[in-house]
C-alpha cells in the first residue's frame, strides 16, 4: 500500500460522532477529510470543509464523492454494501467492502467466526414466523431473538422467556429475517479494540469492561478487572478475527466473559467503537487516530495507556450535566454537536482519568 503523505484527503461514509472524532484526529497528522452524509449539521459534517450531502443511493453523489478522496472509510455498518462497492471501484475503502457486509449481517457474522473457529453463543436461523417455534425447542429460553441487519443499541430485538408467544416476539423484531441466540449468563461483556495496517502490522488495546442500561453502552472502564490469562485470550482472539478479516483499519470485538470465565465472541464492529473512545484521553495513540494511521499507510501507534479510564456515555438528557464534568479536574468532556436531544441518543461522553495500577 502506497502510504498518504499528509494534505491527502480522507472519506469517511457517516456523519455521525465517530466521524466527527476521525477528522479531529486526521486534523492533528494534517489530512483533509470529506464526508458524505446525509445531514449538512450532522457532527461530522461540522468540522468539515468539504461534505456531500446526500442519500446513499444517489449514485451521481457517490461518484463526485469518490472523486474527491484519496482513501475512504466508514463510521457506521448501516450503509448499503453496493453504495460502498461503487466508491471501492474508484478509489480503497478501508476496511474493506467485504468485511462490512459481514458486519452488516448477523448471521453471516456468526457463521464466519464458527468457521474460523472462534466460539459464539448457539444460534439458529429464523427466516419466518414459522421458523421461530422449532428454533425455540432447539435452544430453549430465554433466548434473544435478532433482525439480522440494521439492528443496534437494543433495536430490532427482543428478548423471550418462557412465556413469550413466539408471534410476538417476531413482530418486536421488526425484520423479514432473524436469529436466535441462546441466552448467554455471563461475568461481564468485554471488548477488545485493535488496529492492522496493510503491512501486516498489529496493535492491541486492553481489553475494558462495558456496562450497559436498557440495552445502550453506559459505561467502560478501562482496563477490565479480568485474570492475566483471561485478558490474553481475549487479545489473541481480536488478533485472529483481524488477520482472518484481512483487515486494514480498526475493528472492535465485543466479547461475552462467561461465569466459568469463558470467552463468547457477540459482535464485530469494523471501525472505532464506542468502548474506544477513553483511548483519546488516556493513550498515546487514539483508536482514532490509529484508523487514520492504518488506512494512509502510516506506521501504527503505540497504544500504551498512560492512566486508566472509567468512560460514561452521556445518553439524552444527561447532557444536560456537562458543567459537572467541567468543573472535575480529572475529567475529560466530549459533546458531538447534536442539536436535538432524544431518549436513548448519545449526545457525548465523559472520561474520567485514574491512576495507571
Known sequence: MTMLAPGATIGILGGGQLGRMTVLAAAALGYRCHVFA????????????????APFSDEA???????????????????PADSVRRIAAAVPVLPRPEI?????????????????????????????????AP??????????????????????????????????AWRRMGGTLGILEAFVDFAREISVVVARGADGAFAAYPPVENRHVDHILDTTIAPA????????????????????????????????????????VNELAPRPHNSGHWTIDACITSQFEQL?????????????????????????????????????????LHLYGKKVTRPGRKMGHVTRLLPRN
Not at 469518490?66 to 448501516?78: H, L, M, Q
Not at 490474553?232 to 484481512?246: G, K, N, S, W, Y
Open 292 to 332: 487514520v494511521r492504518a488506512i494512509c499507510g502510516l506506521p501504527l501507534g503505540s497504544t500504551e495507556r498512560h492512566s486508566d479510564a472509567v468512560m460514561k456515555n452521556l445518553i439524552g438528557d444527561e447532557v444536560a450535566h456537562w458543567r459537572d464534568a467541567v468543573a472535575d479536574p480529572r475529567a475529560k
Open 135 to 168: 428454533a425455540l425447542a432447539a435452544l430453549g429460553a430465554p433466548a434473544v431473538l435478532k433482525s439480522v441487519r440494521m439492528g443496534y443499541d437494543g433495536k430490532g430485538q427482543a428478548t423471550i422467556d418462557a412465556g413469550t408467544e413466539p408471534r410476538q
Open 61 to 79: 453523489a457517490l461518484a463526485r464523492f469518490a472523486a474527491a478522496v484519496d482513501v475512504a472509510t466508514f463510521e457506521f455498518e448501516n450503509i
Open 100 to 132: 462490512l457486509e459481514i458486519a452488516q449481517h448477523r448471521l453471516d457474522e456468526k457463521n464466519f467466526l464458527r468457521s474460523i473457529g472462534v466460539a459464539t453463543t448457539e444460534f439458529r436461523a429464523v427466516e419466518s414466523e414459522a421458523d421461530l
Open 225 to 264: 478487572a479480568l485474570p492475566p490469562a483471561t485478558l490474553r485470550e481475549a487479545e489473541a482472539i481480536a488478533r485472529h478475527v483481524a488477520e482472518r478479516l484481512d483487515l486494514v483499519g480498526v475493528l472492535a470485538v465485543e466479547m461475552f466473559v462467561t461465569r466459568s470465565g469463558g470467552l463468547l
Open 38 to 53: 446525509g445531514d449538512r449539521d450532522a457532527p461530522a459534517s461540522q468540522l468539515c470543509a468539504a461534505a456531500t450531502i
